[in-house]
């Protein structure tokens, strides 16, 4: 049964549905386009950091010196090091990408629509008489039985007593249609289907630079209950970039 909603303000009328296997490419664009977007905001973020300055100005004054009051030279070697911040948070997000298409995303029936404790929708609208998905969300139910394990990971062994639990994953908009009730039906879609499944909580995991994604989640209720800096890239990569990730909740 499709979900209906419309923003007011804009008009924009759209439904929520199951995902089907002719939404291949359009989710997987969106997913890519939804995760590459916050390089910029990485890399703006590290540059800003205190520390980040102090090497930039270092390494721009080292560049001026060694090449004979070069300005020129001084900022190529800030420039090189702003070329290495950037980097390093190009490949987090790009790795993360990469894997995730080529793993649940790569077969998204498979992973979620033949588990009943899965889900994946989409949003979808009629744009000049055409069909286009503008956003999508994923459910990933976890039983109790695997609960001690994952928490393990997160909170050094302090393992949650609410029971079963959902993971929510991949929650894009397409840039042109945010701020028009598209997100919060999708999460209410979510939220439903979580409920409907008993799960008792539903948790869900954002990166430091997702700072609008994170006030939304809060004025959803949902509360954060862990943090790293494990972004499974290279060690180094990850220090440079100072990216976290945290982990929000809400009890059902």
């Given at each position: 049964?499709?979900?209906?909603?419309?923003?007011?303000?804009?008009?924009?009328?759209?439904?929520?549905?199951?995902?089907?296997?002719?939404?291949?490419?359009?989710?997987?664009?969106?997913?890519?386009?939804?995760?590459?977007?916050?390089?910029?905001?990485?890399?703006?973020?590290?540059?800003?950091?205190?520390?980040?300055?102090?090497?930039?100005?270092?390494?721009?004054?080292?560049?001026?010196?060694?090449?004979?009051?070069?300005?020129?030279?001084?900022?190529?070697?800030?420039?090189?090091?702003?070329?290495?911040?950037?980097?390093?948070?190009?490949?987090?997000?790009?790795?993360?990408?990469?894997?995730?298409?080529?793993?649940?995303?790569?077969?998204?029936?498979?992973?979620?629509?033949?588990?009943?404790?899965?889900?994946?929708?989409?949003?979808?609208?009629?744009?000049?008489?055409?069909?286009?998905?503008?956003?999508?969300?994923?459910?990933?139910?976890?039983?109790?039985?695997?609960?001690?394990?994952?928490?393990?990971?997160?909170?050094?062994?302090?393992?949650?007593?609410?029971?079963s639990y959902g993971e929510l994953s991949h929650v894009v908009v397409a840039f042109p249609s945010?701020?028009?009730?598209?997100?919060?039906?999708?999460?209410?879609?979510?939220?439903?289907?979580?409920?409907e499944r008993g799960f008792s909580r539903l948790t869900l995991d954002l990166s430091s630079p997702?700072?609008?994604?994170?006030?939304?989640?809060?004025?959803?209720?949902?509360?954060?209950?862990?943090?790293?800096?494990?972004?499974?890239?290279?060690?180094?990569?990850?220090?440079?970039?100072?990216?976290?990730?945290?982990?929000?909740?809400?009890?059902?």
């Amino acid at each position: 049964m499709e979900a209906v909603g419309m923003a007011q303000k804009n008009n924009l009328q759209f439904s929520i549905r199951e995902y089907r296997p002719t939404d291949q490419y359009a989710a997987a664009v969106l997913f890519r386009d939804g995760i590459l977007e916050h390089v910029y905001p990485a890399f703006f973020k590290a540059m800003s950091h205190p520390d980040h300055v102090g090497i930039a100005l270092s390494v721009s004054m080292a560049g001026y010196v060694l090449g004979g009051s070069s300005y020129f030279q001084g900022l190529l070697f800030g420039s090189a090091w702003a070329g290495l911040i950037y980097y390093c948070c190009y490949d987090i997000y790009e790795g993360y990408m990469l894997r995730r298409l080529g793993a649940d995303m790569a077969d998204i029936n498979a992973t979620y629509l033949q588990n009943p404790d899965n889900g994946f929708w989409v949003a979808e609208a009629d744009v000049g008489g055409q069909a286009k998905v503008l956003g999508m969300v994923a459910v990933t139910g976890k039983r109790t039985e695997e609960e001690g394990e994952r928490f393990d990971d997160w909170n050094g062994g302090v393992i949650g007593e609410d029971g079963s639990y959902g993971e929510l994953s991949h929650v894009v908009v397409a840039f042109p249609s945010r701020r028009k009730s598209v997100g919060s039906e999708l999460m209410r879609k979510a939220m439903n289907f979580c409920k409907e499944r008993g799960f008792s909580r539903l948790t869900l995991d954002l990166s430091s630079p997702q700072k609008a994604a994170m006030s939304m989640y809060q004025k959803l209720g949902f509360v954060q209950t862990a943090s790293h800096s494990n972004t499974h890239a290279n060690l180094l990569f990850s220090k440079l970039a100072r990216i976290t990730v945290t982990r929000m909740e809400k009890v059902l």
